[in-house]
């Protein structure tokens, strides 16, 4: 059984269009982010939800909303992209009280803006 | 802030080199330390992992030690294999940040028969 899933695995679109990721655990965790790695494969940490409460916001541009409709999913939805954006999106997951604060990782989407 | 900082790449290595990856950080409080590995096209895995000073992780014959005196947590494996040639990521994580986990900007390794 998958433990992190991610859909798309990949995205490829153009300029201006509005797209969503969908992140899905079946690990029973409380906690979920979005990371994002960019071509120089560095890892930002963007977003996180705790029991569906945003608790992170980095500095990401407001074009990216973030939405977790029950703990077990975070989407990610992004308005108007831009040749900037593409990047592969990873989510991960963590229980919260988890003393050496592992986080699970799903397989990425790689996300192409044209 | 916290912060990573790790050697940069790439490294490479003839098979059956012994490899170290450097890493030291800087945080507030007591992090806890890891180092993830992203094999070519696919995501990233827990390498190894240790949540206080002196604690050793260890997988696969990698090991790294986390040493609060230095606030280094260096990557080693005294023989590397081709099947190791992959990017490794040190990063930390702590309370103050929502465990958000905050990585080095990442190394190549590449392993050559």
């Known amino acids: 059984d998958t433990a992190v899933s991610q859909t798309p695995k990949y995205l490829v679109t153009q300029m201006g269009n509005d797209k969503s990721i969908k992140c899905e655990q079946n690990l029973g965790h409380d906690t979920m982010y979005w990371y994002k790695q960019d071509s120089k494969k560095f890892l930002k940490i963007m977003f996180s939800?705790?029991?569906?409460?945003?608790?992170i916001n980095e500095t990401v541009p407001n074009r990216f909303s973030p939405k977790s409709p029950d703990k077990a999913h975070l989407n990610l939805h992004i308005n108007s992209l831009e040749l900037g954006d593409s990047a592969v999106y990873f989510c991960?997951?963590?229980?919260?009280?988890?003393?050496?604060?592992?986080?699970?990782f799903g397989p990425g989407t790689r996300l192409t803006v044209t | 802030g916290d912060s990573v900082t790790q050697m940069e790449g790439p490294v490479t290595l003839s098979e059956e080199a012994f490899l170290t990856i450097n890493c030291t950080y800087t945080a507030t409080g007591y992090p806890s330390l890891f180092w993830y590995v992203q094999y070519p096209g696919e995501g990233l895995q827990l390498l190894l992992k240790a949540t206080k000073a002196d604690d050793k992780g260890s997988n696969k014959g990698f090991e790294a030690t986390y040493r609060k005196e230095t606030t280094s947590f260096h990557l080693e494996k005294g023989s590397v294999q081709v099947s190791d040639s992959a990017v490794y990521f040190c990063a930390l994580s702590a309370q103050g940040s929502g465990y958000a986990l905050n990585f080095g900007k990442g190394t190549s390794l590449l392993v050559t028969p």
């Open positions: 991960a997951s963590r229980l919260s009280g988890d003393r050496v604060n592992e986080q699970y």
């Open positions: 939800y705790n029991n569906k409460e945003l608790i």
